[in-house]
T-cell receptor, first 115, second 114 residues
């Protein structure tokens, strides 16, 4: 399998649940990202990992907790979410080389609904 | 404050004609610009990019134009095909940051009418 794969594709969870989103990339990239897309808003960068180290946390609430065990896998652990957290969560990867301006490759996203 | 703006939420174009999607940015530090295309139920896919040292980049039916003085870029698709119907996102970054700071617009939904 190639590219960036996200599971699950759809998730419905209650506000007291704990769940995790998974992302896997088979492109040999060194940087991985979580983005959030809410209705009628631009994609918002949440977290960046470069060579497994978190290099960016874009003021994301602590109820979202990322984990990057290796450069091919990225998780987003969710707990005590709010209904306004319902959105499309997109994972992306890139070569992660500074100064190159290389494009990011996106997964298909997880459509999260918090009830 | 939205640094990348796509002021047209939707655009309809006849098949075979030219589609022009517009994007404006406010941050003069941006020096690398990208267009992504998104189909329903899929993630965005990279389409074409342009560095600020150029004012035009062409790839097949797709051409991106950059007007730095106006802080404006546009994507031209010619001829437009039904498969081009999708949401198009403009994104910008400062290339020193690689892709860590991609700032996206809200997207324009393009519909190609057969």
């Amino acid at each position: 399998e190639t590219g960036v794969t996200q599971t699950p594709r759809h998730l419905v969870m209650g506000m007291t649940n704990k769940k995790s989103l998974k992302c896997e990339q088979h492109l040999g990239h060194n940087a991985m990202y979580w983005y959030k897309q809410s209705a009628k808003k631009p994609l918002e960068l949440m977290f960046v990992y470069n060579f497994k180290e978190q290099t960016e946390n874009n003021s994301v609430p602590s109820r979202f907790s990322p984990e990057c065990p290796n450069s091919s896998h990225l998780f987003l652990h969710l707990h005590t979410l709010q209904p306004e957290d319902s959105a499309l969560y997109l994972c992306a990867s890139s070569q992660g080389l500074r100064g190159r301006g290389t494009e990011a490759f996106f997964g298909q996203g997880t459509r999260l609904t918090v009830v | 404050d939205q640094q990348v703006k796509q002021n047209s939420p939707s655009l309809s174009v006849q098949e075979g004609r030219i589609s022009i999607l517009n994007c404006d940015y406010t941050n003069s530090m941006f020096d690398y610009f990208l267009w992504y295309k998104k189909y329903p139920a899929e993630g965005p896919t990279f389409l074409i990019s342009i560095s600020s040292i150029k004012d035009k980049n062409e790839d097949g039916r797709f051409t991106v134009f950059l007007n730095k003085s106006a802080k404006h870029l546009s994507l031209h698709i010619v001829p437009s095909q039904p498969g081009d119907s999708a949401v198009y996102f403009c994104a910008a970054t400062k290339s020193n940051f690689g892709n860590e700071k991609l700032t996206f617009g809200t997207g324009t939904r393009l519909t190609i009418i057969p």
